[in-house]
């Protein structure tokens, strides 16, 4: 659980859609500042990154023409009442 820590809190969101595109998750810990989770029969990505005191970024993507993932969906959280 202690992997999960610098997700607790109370956070303000503002969500970015850079493309009008639109089960269960399997996870994974890239680092310790990042949970990864692939949305399983959607071929959705989420990732979760820790990028700085009090900050936290949620990417979505999903796959491209070629293979790679495009971001499909972004999300920008901070802390509302930073410790």
């Given at each position: 659980?202690?992997k999960?820590?610098?997700?607790?809190?109370?956070?303000?969101?503002?969500?970015?859609?850079?493309?009008?595109?639109?089960?269960?998750?399997?996870?994974?810990f890239?680092?310790?500042?990042?949970?990864?989770?692939?949305?399983?029969?959607?071929?959705?990505?989420?990732?979760?990154?820790?990028?700085?005191?009090?900050?936290?970024?949620?990417?979505?993507?999903?796959?491209?023409?070629?293979?790679?993932?495009?971001?499909?969906?972004?999300?920008?959280?901070?802390?509302?009442?930073?410790?």
């Amino acid at each position: 659980m202690d992997k999960f820590a610098f997700l607790l809190g109370d956070w303000d969101l503002d969500y970015q859609f850079p493309k009008s595109t639109f089960g269960e998750a399997r996870r994974g810990f890239p680092d310790d500042e990042t949970l990864f989770l692939n949305w399983h029969d959607s071929l959705l990505t989420q990732s979760f990154v820790n990028t700085g005191p009090d900050r936290v970024t949620l990417r979505m993507g999903h796959p491209g023409p070629r293979g790679e993932y495009e971001l499909i969906m972004e999300v920008l959280m901070s802390r509302r009442n930073p410790a």
